[in-house]
C-alpha cells in the first residue's frame, strides 16, 4: 500500500520556466511532509517542509503548498535551473509513526537550456 | 557540522558473507534512522533510534538484519548471511528534537551482493 504517490515519474522544464511536483498522501495521520532532491549516488538532500497547520511554506526559490482536504502537496520552484535537475522524493511523517519518514517513488527532474 | 557520514561508501561482496556498516550522525542529534532504498524507489524505514535505544524495526528488517548504536553516537548495521536481494543503498539520517522529523541524511552504503 503506498501511502505517499507520486504519479509523475518525470518531468522536463526549460530554464527560467515554473517547475511543479505534485505528490499525494492517503494516510490522515500524516502532519509534517517533506521535499527531498537527490543526486545519483548521494543521500537526500532537505529542501523544505511544511506542517499540517499551514497551507503554505516559502524558501527562496521553492515553495510548498498544503491542500489537507485532498491530501495534495505539491513544490513549486521558480526559477528554474540546470541545477535543479535530480530526482525529487516527496515525504512524510505524523503522529504515531515515530517520525519516520514514507517517501514516494520520486519525480525526475530535468531542467533544459 | 560536518553532517552525516557513511562508511564504507561501496561494499561488494559474496552472497552468504556477512557485512557491516557504520553511520556518524550529525553531533548531538540524538535520533538516527536506517533506510534502504532500491532501484526506482523511495527509501524505505528500516530502523530507528533514540539515544542508544532501538524504539522501533520495520517488518522490512529480518533476522539477518541487526542494529545497534551502543554509546548513542555512532550506529552499525549488519547484514548476516547476505542474499542478492539485500543489494540495495542503505541509508543514514539523523534528526533532533522537538520536533524530530526533519531528517539529514549522509551519503549512503550502495551494497552489492553477487
Known amino acids: 500500500d503506498q501511502q505517499v504517490k507520486q504519479n509523475s515519474p518525470s518531468l522536463s522544464v526549460q530554464e527560467g520556466r515554473i517547475s511543479i511536483l505534485n505528490c499525494d498522501y492517503t494516510?490522515?495521520?500524516?502532519?509534517?511532509f517533506l521535499w527531498y532532491k537527490k543526486y545519483p549516488a548521494e543521500g537526500p538532500t532537505f529542501l523544505i517542509s511544511?506542517?499540517?497547520?499551514?497551507d503554505k511554506n516559502e524558501d527562496g526559490r521553492f515553495t510548498v503548498f498544503l491542500n489537507k482536504s485532498a491530501k495534495h502537496l505539491s513544490l513549486h520552484i521558480v526559477p528554474s535551473q540546470p541545477g535543479d535537475s535530480a530526482v525529487y522524493f516527496c515525504?512524510?511523517?505524523?503522529?504515531?509513526?515515530?517520525?519516520?519518514?514514507?517517501f514516494g517513488t520520486g519525480t525526475r527532474l530535468q531542467v533544459t537550456l | 557540522d560536518t553532517g552525516v557520514s557513511q562508511n564504507p561508501r561501496h561494499k561488494i561482496t559474496k552472497r552468504g558473507q556477512n557485512v557491516t556498516f557504520r553511520c556518524d550522525p550529525i553531533?548531538?542529534?540524538?535520533?538516527l534512522y536506517w533506510y534502504r532504498q532500491t532501484l526506482g524507489q523511495g527509501p524505505e524505514f528500516l530502523t530507528y533510534?533514540?539515544?542508544?535505544?532501538?524504539?522501533?524495526k520495520s517488518r522490512l528488517l529480518s533476522d539477518r538484519f541487526s542494529a545497534e548504536r551502543p554509546k548513542g553516537s555512532f550506529s552499525t548495521l549488519e547484514i548476516q548471511r547476505t542474499e542478492q536481494g539485500d543489494s540495495a543503498m542503505y541509508l543514514c539520517?539523523?534528526?533532533?528534537?522537538?520536533?524530530?522529523?526533519?531528517?539529514?541524511f549522509g551519503p549512503g552504503t550502495r551494497l552489492t551482493v553477487l
Open positions: 533510534f533514540q539515544n542508544e535505544a532501538q524504539l522501533e
Open positions: 539520517a539523523s534528526s533532533r528534537p522537538p520536533r524530530g522529523d526533519t531528517q539529514y
Open positions: 494516510n490522515s495521520m500524516f502532519d509534517y
Open positions: 511544511i506542517s499540517s497547520i499551514k
Open positions: 553531533s548531538e542529534h540524538n535520533r
Open positions: 515525504a512524510a511523517s505524523g503522529t504515531g509513526t515515530a517520525s519516520k519518514l514514507t
